[in-house]
């Protein structure tokens, strides 16, 4: 389909980059004004990169506003692959990203596992920001319409506070649309954490006993998930398998220094940056053969690699810190923006629309640095505190049954 606005798309790729940069010094500014920020990289840069990936789906979903809303069009996937990758592509490497940082999880065993602090440590770090979501949703469209709370509310703060599916709320049919439709990926978040974690670390454990090096097992889960998705067999289970696994064999290469220092190195980064340039411009999404330049710059990135410094830039290191409010909480603001100041944007030139992206940018870093700083780091040293009080003692876990049972 043809592009029905040329400076509109111009000036979209002339201010998102400059959206990222924006973004990054409000990340700088808040971190010299003391913005908690981790001790050190977790993973090689995956801190860094975290904030990118949430900035660039805002910029998707600002592009597809901009359409329904100046252009009439329905709410559908971004007219060029390029813009489609920003939220596809973006998601795709987020769900690599909680491969990595799991898989280190799922390589003790799963008897070796206290899964109860893994789910209360997860409940926690992810429930409360999406029920404030909720909340803030709910408000919005009381004020919009004027509904009020009815007898279904209970039942769709369920159905979205569990990111099972985002209902109607108050009979709003638009409710979706107000976070952007974002809370499938967290269901599949869920579906890792529920079955593919403790099915890995099972696995893991059985390919010990069986003498088998680790990384057999996330090959597995990646043909497992490839060949589900050719076959479109349980699609909404399994067809994501093979972006987690990607993060889990990289944890693997990362564990082998001298794969790791290649990855780390620049002719690494180059062939990356080369690579990832038709997986954008060519292919929708991630599970396409866009998949492999996808997985190899994700490696990259968990080995170190700099890319030139942008991803351990300071301020970076706090846009990925509040990277999982963003990704929450920007369809609201966007929603706010294009539905309540529609006039506000209809009488602006459709060529200067894109000037909002760099603003909207800060705005949402200055919001989600508020609501981490307030609900989720909170939230998460709660769970953590009940997780560690919950697990035995090594001494009780040791003792014998009968000194146990005079406890």
């Not at 929450?328 to 894109?354: K, R, S």
């Not at 609900?375 to 009780?396: D, H, M, N, Q, T």
Request: with cysteine.
């Amino acid at each position: 389909m043809s592009l029905p606005a040329d400076p509109f798309t111009f000036n979209f790729f002339l201010f998102y980059p400059l959206s990222l940069l924006a973004a990054v010094l409000t990340g700088g500014a808040l971190r010299r004004f003391g913005f908690p920020v981790p001790k050190g990289p977790r993973f090689g840069n995956i801190d860094g990169l975290r904030g990118f990936l949430a900035l660039s789906v805002l910029s998707h979903h600002f592009w597809i506003w901009t359409h329904v809303v100046v252009f009439g069009q329905p709410w559908s996937a971004a007219d060029l692959a390029i813009v489609n990758q920003l939220g596809a592509g973006a998601v795709a490497l987020f769900f690599m990203i909680t491969g990595l940082v799991f898989y280190p999880t799922a390589l003790k065993g799963i008897g070796n596992v206290f899964w109860p602090k893994v789910y209360i440590g997860r409940f926690f770090r992810i429930v409360p920001l999406v029920a404030v979501s909720f909340l803030i949703i709910s408000l919005v469209i009381m004020l919009r319409t004027g509904a009020r709370l009815d007898a279904g509310y209970p039942r769709a703060a369920l159905e979205w506070i569990s990111a099972h599916r985002e209902v109607p709320i108050m009979g709003y049919a638009d409710s979706g649309l107000v976070n952007a439709l974002v809370l499938w990926s967290l269901w599949q978040e869920w579906l890792f954490y529920l079955i593919l974690l403790p099915g890995t670390a099972l696995a893991l454990q059985l390919a010990k006993a069986m003498k088998l090096p680790s990384w057999t097992v996330p090959v597995g889960v990646l043909l497992v998930g490839i060949v589900a998705h050719f076959l479109h067999f349980a699609p909404g289970l399994l067809s994501f398998w093979p972006l987690f696994a990607a993060g889990m064999l990289a944890y693997e290469l990362c564990g082998r220094d001298a794969v790791r220092r290649w990855l780390a190195s620049r002719i690494a980064a180059i062939v990356a940056t080369l690579a990832m340039i038709p997986a954008l411009t060519l292919f929708d999404h991630g599970l396409t053969p866009a998949f492999f330049p996808f997985a190899f710059f994700f490696c990259c990135v968990a080995a170190g690699n700099r890319f030139g410094g942008i991803f351990s830039l300071p301020g970076a290191a706090v846009v990925g810190e509040v990277s999982f409010g963003i990704y929450l909480l920007h369809g609201i603001l966007l929603n706010i923006l294009f539905v309540d100041a529609t006039p506000i944007v209809q009488a602006m030139p459709v060529a200067a629309l894109p000037l909002l992206i760099p603003v909207l940018a800060v705005l949402i870093v200055l919001i989600t640095a508020a609501t981490y700083l307030l609900i989720e780091r909170p939230a998460w040293r709660f769970g953590k505190r009940v997780g560690e009080r919950l697990r035995p003692s090594p001494a009780r876990m040791t003792a014998p049954a009968g000194a146990q049972s005079r406890g």
